[in-house]
């Protein structure tokens, strides 16, 4: 079974940077795709980016396409979210979560996550 850790949230400044890891383990099967969503406080979960697991080719929601940028190490079996220029409305818990090939923004077709890392942003 696919598991997920994230880390590296914490609390920061606006337009202050970020980079949140996500450990993967037991992801035999490169046509997974790992997803990252968010959760503001009182709103439903979003989705952030996503990246395929064999290629690397990423994807971003266009809130965040610029500002944010995914890699992915296939070696040490981790993705990596980079936030640059932070703001006060990427106050979240950010979650990574994998599937196989899909719809990958759709947060409800995702079947492995991660507990989940807090990241928020001051003014």
């Known amino acids: 079974q696919v598991q997920l850790g994230e880390s590296g949230g914490g609390s920061v400044q606006a337009e202050a940077s970020l980079r949140l890891s996500c450990a993967v383990s037991e992801l035999t099967d490169s046509n997974y795709i790992i997803g990252w969503f968010r959760q503001p406080p009182g709103k439903e979960r979003e989705y952030v980016g996503a990246?395929?697991?064999?290629?690397?080719?990423?994807y971003y929601a266009d809130s965040v396409k610029g500002r944010f940028t995914l890699s992915r190490d296939n070696a040490e079996n981790t993705v990596y979210l980079q936030m640059n220029s932070l703001k006060p409305e990427d106050t979240a818990v950010y979650y990574c979560a994998a599937k196989i090939w899909g719809y990958i923004d759709d947060v409800s077709t995702y079947i492995y996550w991660g507990q989940g890392t807090q990241v928020t942003v001051s003014s």
């Open positions: 990246i395929h697991w064999g290629t690397g080719y990423p």
